[in-house]
């Protein structure tokens, strides 16, 4: 499930070839040899179609003899051609023969990855530069991306011995066997005198530098391509060695050769490096009007000279420095960008007409109160959310620079959400039910018999308008028999941090009855959760010491609020909606379904109205308002390789964060709308990111039950390929 990596390039510096002519340089060296990058017009990614073309050029680097030819790496060719051309960019034979004679190469080779009737091609051509004629090439039979690896290679072997027919060099391996038949007898010379000379004594020296990758030059000749390497020479002799690399300065040093000479040296970069920090992080930084990436930019490579490093955003006003870096140089750019902000005029009334007093939140967070006005708000789209004794309201509302913005809440009294009851032992007042009430919740108990007393919790936590004294419960006690004077029958406890979706009940005493998994809350949507929406820290959590590459930068991103499936889509319902049920895991009509392939999933959501969640959405519901890598200890919310006995289990089974929201983390990975790319952070947009175009890949989320539990955090991604499914991947859905 992981893409192709390419995990080593050889480097040539252009000033090896710009202080001689190309063509000199080419007769010092042998002929040049040239694979340009494969033309991907199959749509796999970057990463793969490199590799099928250093596939090519490790052919011909084995298959070339050394003292004949020289194939040249990308960073040779790079460095050789014209400031602005693109190497990928030749389709057609003449532009690519123009661009081997740029190159002062005697042979070039081209080719295209394609696709037919959905299986790849790689069809590969070899030119003459001198005559600009076109030599024998070879394609590749049909095949998957795996298969085309070895079919590549061997395509490239027959390419390979085309041009060592046109050159006339035959290696030992290619040589043609037969000929006449010879008349019998004895045949032969008798041997002459001679007598062995005096061989030349020579030393095996290392060379080696930081970073790795230069040319190696000994008095002006090539020695080695690239670094580290080993080369023999004559013992006692003195040599001029130099290092070339490109972006570095070259060095250059004479040695005597001995016993134990070895070279290891520390170029010095011909460039400087910038790190921009911001207030806030996870901003879009501009270095010369393009796009670097995102807040925090560390070590960002950048030409000696002068630069504008901007941070923009455009919720802020824009900040940055004009620098003038020196090559060597590390550069720390620090900006505090000052708040676009507007301001709320918020009202709240009731459905009859009546004023109401309430607290306004702005994306979870408590602003102030209504009716008044709310100050210093950052322009946007924001979650706003007035709570008052009668009810809450929720709204998403567009605040504009120096606007005085009008929310009037009309609040609807709702009924309350069915209750998870939970009955006390039946006669005895000193019994009682312990509720553990978890942060962001709304929950409706029943007392059996009817009427309770209550003691609540930390800060405020109200009831029919009434301010429960105790300050130090984290719970909630309903005992038997007492009676409480304004509702005989059922009681609704409202966490005032914050009214959302009901959550999970966890009852510990005798006689208590075993909790169920949560209904919606009032006005909900059955088997749904409401997630509010906001602004948050999108990708590697802080202090998360296994976030890979993808994750970062961490940068800002703000979501609208959505409905989403309290639990991965089951067995059950896919079977119930589909007529089918592909799980490797059949059986189990509450497990998760899994072996989905993308579209199937797709498809599923549709058909019950719903969607995809995109990648923003998916791990702002997971963080569940944490900025932690999970939203709880990893074995009580997650099912991972160590707790999950190899397969998956029914959902909900595990605590769930403070959404409501169950399995986020473990049991299945789960497809997200967005088309993966392992770059994307860099540029994505900060207000309800869709995702990438196509890749080739589909976003997966949550780790599964047969993986480490370090895949199972928020912000762990990885992706894969839409058309295949596996038993540890399932989905979920939302609702707008």
Known sequence: MKTIRILAMAALAALAFAASDNAGFA?????????????????????????????????????????????????????????????????????????GQKLGAEYIVTGDIVTFAGKLHVELRLHHVPSRGMLPGANTPAGSLEEQDSLVTAAAKEVMRSLLEKAGVAPAAHAAGGGRVAAEGRIGQAPAAWEAPHGVDTTVVDFESAPKGAFVEADGAPLCQTT????????????????????????????????????????????????????????AVTIDGKTAGRTPLADYELDPGPHDVVVTDPRYYDQGEKIDLKAGEQRRVAVTLPRREGALA?????????????????????????????????????????????????????????????????????????????????????????????????????????????????????????????????????????????????????????????????????????????????????????VPGGAFLMGCSPDDAECGKDEKPAHQVTVAAFWMDATPVTQAQFQSAMGRNPSKFAGCADCPVETVKWDEAADYCAKVGKRLPTEAEWEFAARGGTAGPRYGEVDAIAWHSKNSDNKTHPVAQKKPNAYGLYDMLGNVYEWCADWYNKKTYATSPSDNPKGPSATGYRVLRGGGWNDNSSFGRASYRTGYKPSEAEHNLGFRCVQD
């Open 27 to 99: 007769q010092t060296m042998g002929k040049l040899v040239a694979v340009l990058a494969l033309t991907n017009r199959a749509g796999i990614t970057d990463d793969e179609a490199e590799y099928l073309t250093n596939n090519v050029r490790t052919v011909a680097s084995q298959m070339l003899p050394n003292d004949k030819f020289i194939v040249m790496t990308r960073e040779n060719m790079e460095a050789l051609l014209p400031q602005g051309m693109d190497l990928k960019k030749c389709a057609e034979a003449s532009c690519e023969v123009d661009t």
């Open 346 to 530: 918020v009202t709240a009334r009731n459905a009859r007409g009546d004023d109401l007093e309430g607290e306004v939140y702005v994306d979870g967070v408590k602003v102030g109160a209504a009716p008044g006005t709310i100050g210093k708000v950052l322009i946007g789209r924001h979650n706003i959310e007035v709570r008052t004794a009668q009810g809450a309201w929720r709204n998403t509302v567009e605040v504009k620079e120096r606007e005085e913005t009008a929310v009037a809440a009309e609040v609807t009294a709702a009924a309350a959400p069915p209750a998870a009851a939970v009955s006390a032992a039946p006669a005895a007042s000193e019994k009682s039910v312990v509720i553990q009430l978890l942060p962001n919740q709304r929950r409706a108990v029943a007392a059996a018999p009817a009427g309770a007393i209550i003691t609540l919790t930390k800060a405020q936590r109200r009831h029919v308008g009434r301010t429960w004294p105790d300050a130090k419960s984290t719970t909630a006690r309903i005992f038997a028999d007492h009676i409480f004077d304004r509702d005989k029958t059922t009681l609704t406890l409202v966490d005032g941090a914050l009214a959302s979706t009901a959550g999970s009940v966890e009852a510990a005493a005798a006689g208590a009855a075993t909790a169920t998994a949560p209904a919606p809350a009032a006005g909900g949507r059955p088997g749904m959760v409401r």
């Open 228 to 283: 580290p390497c080993s080369r023999a020479l004559a013992t006692g002799a003195t040599v001029t060695i130099s290092m070339k690399l490109l972006r570095y300065k070259p060095r250059e040093e004479t040695i005597g050769v001995k016993k134990g000479t070895r070279v290891n040296w520390t170029l010095e970069p011909n460039f400087g490096r910038v790190t921009v920090t911001s207030e806030p992080s996870g901003l």
